[in-house]
């Protein structure tokens, strides 16, 4: 990395602050229609995980006491993308509404987003909205939990799982996972790693090879689908439509754009 680049990234998003101050552009205004709240976050730590994976600890500015926790919440981050405001989620890690804190994790890749979380430190703070995030607890509760995952949406697998203590799961993780965070426990979970080929095809004939004959076995499924949104809409049809599971018993949500 050059030598000033540090100092270059921190310029560049005190300008695009600045920006986003005067306007959010569209997507700024429909939130803004749907009632959308807005939050400031200061980052008070930081951790690299891996190489490429980052997290960062942050007081929430009043998020939690005026929102509420549910699994897999998740907020709208406002970053400057080239003087243009420009949004992007990350779900909640270890969300504290007494002490108003929780902590965000990133996988690293060329983007705004990750330029901002590789040049964070204590003191920075990032504009926040909170609109569209929601989970409703299956009933009845599952006897099983599959998911499919990828380094993106680790957090929101991680908090998932601790939702159902008791309960267990299958997992089917797509990429490198060489010291990501993971909350798994080998004696209720099983994860089955799947490397990322032909854009996630590769993930979906597992995926299609596997999960009919797991849920033979299983009176209440529940199937939770995290991925990238082309293969996340894939794997959501067709657990619907092929394999017949309610739909009130999957969550499909894509959580990066390949």
Avoid at 82 to 92: E, I, M, V
Avoid at 126 to 146: C, I, K, L, N
Avoid at 195 to 224: I, K
Wanted: glycine residues 10%; aromatic residues 8%; contains cysteine.
């Amino acid at each position: 990395m050059p030598k000033h680049s540090g100092r270059v990234v921190a310029e560049s998003y005190a300008k695009g602050e600045e920006a986003m101050g005067q306007g959010r552009g569209w997507e700024g205004a429909v939130l803004k229609l749907l009632r959308a709240k807005d939050f400031r976050f200061t980052v008070t730590g930081t951790e690299d995980v891996t190489p490429h994976y980052r997290r960062l600890h942050l007081t929430d500015g009043g998020l939690l006491a005026a929102t509420g926790v549910h699994p897999t919440m998740w907020v709208r981050l406002w970053f400057a993308d080239g003087g243009r405001p420009h949004q992007r989620a990350y779900t909640l890690v270890d969300p504290d509404p007494a002490a108003g804190t929780f902590s965000l994790e990133f996988a690293l890749h060329d983007g705004c987003a990750s330029d901002w979380a590789r040049a964070a430190k204590p003191g920075d703070t990032v504009e926040a909205t909170v609109q569209g995030t929601g989970f409703q607890h299956p009933r009845p509760a599952p006897s099983h939990v599959f998911a499919v995952a990828d380094p993106a949406s680790l957090p929101a697998l991680n908090s998932l799982l601790d939702a159902f203590p008791a309960v267990p799961a299958t997992v089917w993780f797509e990429g490198g996972d060489d010291g990501l965070p993971f909350r798994t426990d080998p004696a209720r979970h099983e994860v089955r790693r799947v490397l990322r080929l032909g854009s996630g095809a590769h993930l979906v004939e597992q995926v299609r090879a596997d999960l009919p004959a797991l849920l033979e076995d299983t009176p209440d499924p529940y199937v939770w689908i995290a991925c990238d949104t082309v293969t996340t809409r894939a794997l959501g049809s067709y657990v619907r439509k092929e394999l017949g599971v309610p739909k009130q018993r999957v969550n499909a949500l894509g959580y990066w754009r390949a």
